[in-house]
């Protein structure tokens, strides 16, 4: 099975940038779909952006036009350029991916945007 594995969290002012990236490691079958969520603390995870093999994105209101998901088929792996950071983007990020097999997530990593 696949295991996603994030990276690129970290602490940014208000304005800045981010990428982070999840590689989707182990074996496993073609993959379906690649998403980042974000949560807050008592707070859903609530999903920002997603990514289909097809190709097909789709983003939260409140990230489009700052934050731009993109895929290393090669590499199996998704980024997430983050641009224009808030202090209310600040949440952690996991990665999900879906193939035959089911849905996967990562551990997770802290976003924090300081105003």
């Known amino acids: 099975q696949v295991q996603p594995v994030e990276s690129g969290g970290g602490l940014v002012q208000a304005g800045g940038s981010l990428r982070l990236s999840c590689t989707a490691s182990g074996r496993g079958s073609a993959i379906n779909l690649m998403a980042w969520h974000r949560q807050t603390p008592g707070e859903q995870r609530e999903l920002v952006a997603s990514?289909?093999?097809?190709?097909?994105?789709n983003y939260a209101d409140a990230v489009k036009g700052r934050f731009t998901i993109s895929r290393d088929n090669a590499k199996n792996t998704v980024y997430l350029q983050m641009n224009s950071l808030k202090p209310e983007d600040t949440a952690v990020y996991y990665c999900n991916v879906v193939d035959f097999f089911g849905s996967r997530w990562g551990q997770g990593t802290q976003v924090t945007v300081s105003s």
């Open positions: 990514l289909s093999s097809a190709r097909n994105t």
